[in-house]
């Protein structure tokens, strides 16, 4: 098989690995692809969004399956344009990504279907949302509706980090378009958990659940990032608390989706806080995470090429889904700075000193024969072990031997599960 994925990250990179494990894959495409990647693809010098020009050169190069990796594409239709050409394509229909795209309609859909998720009001007039933030406790949660690359929510324990926060968002427009909207929701406290499944309409299929660390600094401190590491599986989290999710949250939410005429086939991501009233719904991905992906697919058995073979063809409950006993730890290496401004261009060494781990490239570039930092988070070394300090412990001996100018990294990934 001929195989094209759309993205640029490490998400992708750790897609584009696993893709090119399959003995069913002859040769690997990536638009637009790193550093990283470009050691086992042939990079496209193709933007994500330039959606005629993806389909011509799947049409040209006899692309046989097409996967699509980042948010933004797939809210724009990429897929839709994909399957109009008749080129199989694995990811949702720009209606079904909605439940990403639009925090507002993920949670009037879930409100609709009485699915577990934190009360919530929604605003379009900035007056309107300051009123009501000043009638609600602290803390809260203020969202921009729109995608803003991970980076759109701001947990708020003050009230005047709550009505910064309003106000950077719909009257400053940190987030651009995106901020337009807001959802304003109460905050759920407990531990966060991610499932990601594979999904075909009503046929869910759960991956190993994951956790991610979306705060910058070490205790949960400083702004939000796209993710600053993670870890799969949570030893600490009964499996009975993982069945409850995928029972009244993953499975429901599927099929309320089929029922609005939006069936999904891709990817699904939830993203959850154990309350102590059950799991809740923070919020849904249409895609695989980032860097979820990074720690979910190294303790994968199965083809990943069956797997989305099989969803396209509607055979998805046909097939064995198997995991790997083992465990695996993701620290993310980023640019100082990151997530606010920060420098790129910078030379990275040490890259062939991580030994057995694995280093997924989210933000690199060659140049002059060098690998460089290209972005804010710039890659994700991940250790394998037999349980979570086994993998811990290689991953953080790799990221300590990889360096950059100014690189900053979490100190504390997968602490709580050795409690």
């Excluded at 690997?28 to 086992?40: S, V």
């Excluded at 991956?207 to 796209?226: E, I, L, R, Y």
């Excluded at 994700?380 to 690189?407: M, N, Q, S």
Aim: proline residues 5%; hydrophobic residues 45%; charged residues 25%.
């Amino acid at each position: 098989m001929r195989i094209l994925v759309v993205g640029r990250g490490g998400r992708e990179h750790a897609i584009v690995w696993s893709l090119s494990k399959s003995d069913k894959v002859k040769k690997i495409f990536c638009a637009p692809g790193n550093a990283g990647i470009a050691q086992l693809a042939e990079l496209v010098d193709l933007d994500e969004f330039a959606f005629d020009q993806l389909v011509q050169f799947a049409l040209d190069n006899a692309i046989d399956l097409v996967v699509i990796g980042p948010d933004d594409p797939l809210a724009a239709g990429i897929v839709d344009a994909f399957e109009a050409a008749k080129i199989p394509v694995y990811g949702p229909r720009k209606n079904a990504a909605e439940i990403e795209g639009s925090k507002i309609f993920m949670k009037n859909l879930l409100k609709k279907y009485d699915i577990p998720t934190a009360k919530y009001e929604t605003f379009t007039d900035y007056e309107s949302a300051l009123a009501y933030l000043r009638s609600q406790p602290v803390p809260i949660v203020v969202k921009a509706d729109g995608l803003a690359a991970g980076k759109g929510v701001t947990v708020c324990f003050t009230r005047e980090e709550a009505e910064q926060a309003l106000a950077d968002t719909m009257v400053g427009k940190a987030f651009g378009a995106a901020g337009e909207k807001v959802v304003i929701e109460e905050f759920l406290e407990g531990q966060e958990m991610s499932i990601l499944a594979f999904v075909d309409g009503e046929t869910v299929r759960p991956m190993s659940p994951a956790q991610d660390h979306k705060p910058v600094f070490d205790g949960d401190k400083g702004p939000n990032t796209g993710g600053m590491g993670t870890y799969s599986p949570l030893p600490h989290i009964p499996q009975s608390i993982v069945n409850d999710a995928i029972e009244n949250i993953v499975r429901p939410t599927a099929r309320a989706m089929v029922a609005e005429g939006r069936p999904f086939r891709g990817v699904l991501f939830a993203g959850l806080m154990i309350t102590k009233d059950g799991p809740k719904t923070i919020e849904f991905n249409a895609r695989f995470g980032d860097p979820e992906t990074q720690v979910v697919l190294p303790r994968l058995k199965t083809d990943l090429v069956d797997i989305f073979l099989a969803s396209i063809n509607g055979r998805l409950g046909e097939i064995d889904i198997s995991w790997s006993d083992e465990a695996a730890v993701c620290v993310i290496l980023a640019s100082g700075g990151y997530p606010g401004s920060y420098p790129k261009g910078l030379p990275i060494s040490g890259l062939e000193a991580a030994g057995d781990a694995l280093v997924f490239h989210a933000g690199t570039a060659e140049k002059d024969g060098r690998i460089v930092t290209n972005g804010g988070r710039v890659l994700g070394v991940v250790g394998l072990g037999a349980d979570i300090a086994a993998a811990r412990a290689k991953a953080y001996d790799a990221a300590d031997k990889i360096t950059f100018e100014g690189k900053q990294n979490r100190t504390d990934i997968a602490a709580k599960a050795l409690v």
